[in-house]
């Protein structure tokens, strides 16, 4: 059986690697913060207090866990007509945009990413359920992939 | 007071682009007095909650009935002034032109807006008549664009044949005819201007030659008020409202406590406020086709008069609810851009109720040609058959049913040479029409249980609006055979899709 989220004519662009501290960071930063202040919580007050440690410390480590091979998942393929974009390990997607409905596209940089070297590149279409997202780009690479989209969006231009 | 209409009347605007001179109109004079309403109502609702709640001093009702009662009226009336005098200014702010190519609106007291509608990108002409605009005879006229939410230009009021010349002017100059110019260069409206009221040119100039004809439409059905109770009668709302009133009673004999009925009011007002409104909204509804596209006519507070040119429906449900079975009725919307957001349930339907052949007659009308040799028998497939009856639908495998126990068979879409079909759900039946032409994009999603199985779910994605097409629990191989398929489909199809000034391929 094939596997719809790997079209045979396809060879995947996979993201850069550091877009996994990009994750990771904010993470450690929403369920550490929670978790530490738990620990030190019940070592003064309450050993209930280790639920409110642990609960926060469980999804860290599964985060860890799953973050990589999140990143490894996603994927993405510029095909004559139209560009592919596949993501998840557990919930997987695909979805296909034809350049010719692209209506933007948007590049953004947090703080964090520009630091890391990262750049988001974004697809839109008329459509708001168009989740067509490409996280952890090198900055020249969602520059290229952007001019690229740009152009090819116009080489294909209609209205809606 | 009496400034030429042509002029700029802020400072800061910039001249019209291009060499067309634009002639700017005024909407007309009562405008205000129908916009402050909505400042009144406001505060009187507020007014209202106010009194039921107790406000100080023992409430409001008090307040009403002692001595100072004039107190309010005067608060009432101060409200009422700003309300107007506010939307005095913002009357006197708000211009609009018709252009060759587009539609300028300039509106807004502190911030300026330009508004520059290109027409040959309109999606939709409405014309809207809340209640008090009515008495006064006036209309609002929303042109959408496909810009997403509020991106439509809103030009009210208007006298009600105004708004429907304007109305064939527009379609007339979106459809690619060539249409001359309303009023012949004008000669400078304004110059000797009367001290009367001044501006609103559109209502008191005598129009010139009729140069943009109202399309002719012809009647196709109208939906009679019987059917349209009963099947609100048969809607999910009634029966919770039914069956809620039932409980309040049984607790209210049971306990002998009366405050159960008040606690209950919020919801009853809520689901009382739905039906309310549905009737009302779907009262009288009317469908006719026109070279302009379809037009829907209903309403019975507020009037809607809409028209949808052709090629600007993206997608089309027909759903059926499992009480309207028995009759076999059927309710089809519409996906059209710029018909989402907050208006989208008033706009989105194509017809509120209907029988089967009033539904595919619907649909007909905006999609006319499927690709298929017999359309009936595909669609009444999609409408009510199963994995049971041979068709050319591609189900869902029977591997599915520990997914979706009840739906399962239904799940499947079929592939015409037009447009996409998509049927799911079994309570509720579902037939989603995507035109090839119209897909924006696709998607694949598969869940760790759908992985083990084997299959996928299949969306296309499609404008903001109440069609979401999907197809669950495809096999995996037919997911991404539709998928790749689909893909092409879209793209040769609209490379041969009619251009968007619908006329232009018969008017050369």
Known sequence: MTSPFEPHDVTWNRVSPRLVTAMLVPAAIWLGVPAVVGVVLSLTLSPWFWILAGLPAALLLWSVLLIPRQVRAIGYAERDDDLLIRKGVLFRSLVVVPY???????????PLDRRLGLAKVQLHTASVGTDAVIPGLPPEEAARLRDRLASRGEARLAGL | MSTPETTPDAAGQPAPSGDEALEWRRVHPVTPLVRGWAVV???VVILGQQSLEGGPRGGLIDLLTGDYWWTVLAALAAVALVGWGYSVLAWRMTTYAIGEEAVHLRRGILFRQQRHARLDRLQSVDIRQPLVARFFGLCELTLETAGGTDSGVAIG?????????LRAELLARAAGLKVARTSPSAPAAGTEGPPGPEGAPTSTAPEPAPVAVEAPQVPVLTVPVGRLIASVLRSGATIMLLLWALVVVVVMIATGEFAVLSASLPAVLGAGGYVFNRLT???????????????????????????????RVQAVRLVQSVLWRGRDWWRVQVNV?????????????????????????????????????????????????????PSVFVTAPRRTRILDPVAWRRNGFAVTGRALLLRRGRLVKILDVVPHERTQSLGINQGPWQRRLGVASFQVHSTEGPVHPEAPHLDADDAARLMAEQARRARTARATAGPERWMERQGE
């Open chain 2, 157 to 165: 009021f208007l006298k009600g044949s105004d708004a429907d010349a």
């Open chain 2, 281 to 311: 909204g779907e009262f009288d509804f009317r469908v006719a086709i026109s070279p302009d596209g379809v037009r829907l006519r209903h309403g019975m507070l507020e009037t809607r008069s809409q028209t949808i040119p052709p090629g």
């Open chain 1, 100 to 110: 010719g409905r692209m209506q933007y596209v948007d590049v953004e940089a947090g």
């Open chain 2, 41 to 43: 109502g406001a505060a």
């Open chain 2, 337 to 389: 851009a710029g018909y989402g957001g907050d208006s989208e349930e008033k706009n989105s339907l194509l017809l509120p109720v209907g029988t089967r052949d009033e539904a595919l007659t619907v649909l007909s009308l905006v999609l006319p040609d499927l690709g298929i040799e017999e359309p009936r028998r595909v669609l009444d497939a999609g409408l009510d058959g199963d994995s049971r009856a």
